[in-house]
């Protein structure tokens, strides 16, 4: 099912039905032996929901917890063991599978929009907990509050508190495990390079105006060639283009949109260092538990930018900036100039501290 059909279906059908379903009721159950975690939307949120979903399976082992996510996110949770099934939210048999399945527990961890909602409604489970963002808390038996001044994976472990408490655990790094088979075809991919130290770069973004550009990252490239150290850019089959242009002529691989997420993963598992933008592939780096150096500027640092002394944050904290709301990143009538105006020596700077720090690790 195409993104854009699910936007226009969650504005339509989705808020429709947020309005004229029931709020549900709070029922009892001896035993917690399946719950379903709904977690449509990017790659971003759903590393993000892994600390919880670990701390949850720790606090209750003996319970399956399935996944309903989508096509673009839902390799993220093959990363972890602590997952026993993935089903998706854009499937109707999925769906239908899903809701005949008989969870106790239904989460969703969406934070916006209605459909999601709506289903974990229709799910029918003794205990249906989400955010109270907008009219689709009405749907929840059990309701959390959600703030942008929160770091998103603080956000998701609030979703533990009906289940006993925000307080079950923390993230523990790493929490992502690439697949035995991806670790082995991203070997075949870097060749040479699996066994020298080397910065991986992700230039790509889903958002124009988080893009810094890919002559900027080729810069960066050239600096770090003449300081003897190599680069593998990662991306999408949509970021080969600007990958082949950043890698030309310089010591690196291109490998974007050659390789599977899981195997864009086991690369970045690899590699000393991985540089990008506020990005899905930038999480992906933390939650494997390597250094980063990211550049923020429309996306909120305080919520999305990655913590510890092991990561860099770039962000020029401009006074139009950050401007993105409730999930939406307006046009940048001054041509995105948070990120312009970040410069190339910043960032070259940035990586070979920590490749100095890490890169022999």
Known sequence: MKIQLLKYMDKTVGALLARLLKAPRLRPFSSLKKILIIRPGGIGDAVHLIPAINCLHKAVPEAAIDMLAEK???AVFAMTPDVSHVFRYDSFFDLLYTTGTGYDVVIDSEQWHYLSAVVARLMGGARCVGYATNKRGKLFTDVVPYSNDDYEVESFFHLLTPL???KLGQAHVPYLLPPAAATTG??????EFATVPFVTIFSGASIPERRWGWEKFGEVVLRLNSRGIPVVIVGGKEDAGDGEKIITDKRGLNLAGK???????AIIAKAAVLVSGDSGILHIGV???KPTVSLFGP???KKWAPRGEKHIVINKNLPCSPCTKFGYTPKC????????????EEVVAA???LFKRYGNR
């Not at 991203?186 to 060749?191: D, V």
């Open 72 to 74: 673009r996110n839902a």
């Open 164 to 166: 006993g408490g925000d």
């Open 186 to 191: 991203a070997a075949g991919f870097l060749g």
């Open 259 to 265: 390789t599977s997420l899981a195997e864009t993963a």
């Open 287 to 289: 939650g494997l538990g």
């Open 299 to 301: 996306g909120i640092a």
């Open 333 to 344: 009538p001054i041509n995105a100039r948070c990120m312009s105006e970040i410069s190339v």
């Open 351 to 353: 990586v070979v501290e």
